[in-house]
């Protein structure tokens, strides 16, 4: 019931980085209890081209993959105690890039 409710909320914030977010690749725990936290999973993500590369970085991301994100103590994203906090594991993540395309011919010895 948790992720039906939560889905459409996340999965619209999700958007802004991530292609396409689909039910099966979400997992949410929203309620922890004394045994375990609150928890988020995400599986078999792919960043946004156009996010990562308007972050400025010195490189062009030609694809990125995310293969697992886990957020352990997701619930205290609603509970009002600023102390709370999150912790965010990131797994098998694959990064193509290549140098940006400034017309300027680049020479093995600019690489090293």
Not at 11 to 17: G, N, S, V, W, Y
Not at 32 to 54: A, T
């Amino acid at each position: 019931m948790a992720k039906s409710l939560a889905f459409p909320i996340l999965q619209k914030i999700l958007a802004e980085f991530f292609e396409d977010v689909e039910k099966e690749q979400f997992q949410v725990k929203l309620m922890g209890d004394l045994f375990s936290h609150s928890n988020l999973h995400l599986r078999d993500l792919f960043l946004r081209r156009d996010f990562i590369n308007s972050l400025g970085l010195p490189v062009e991301v030609l694809g990125a993959y995310i293969g697992k994100i886990e957020v352990s103590n997701f619930g205290a994203l609603l509970s009002l105690s600023s102390s709370a906090s999150l912790v965010a594991s990131v797994d098998d993540v694959i990064i193509l890039i290549a140098p940006h395309h400034t017309g300027e011919e680049i020479s093995a010895d600019d690489i090293v």
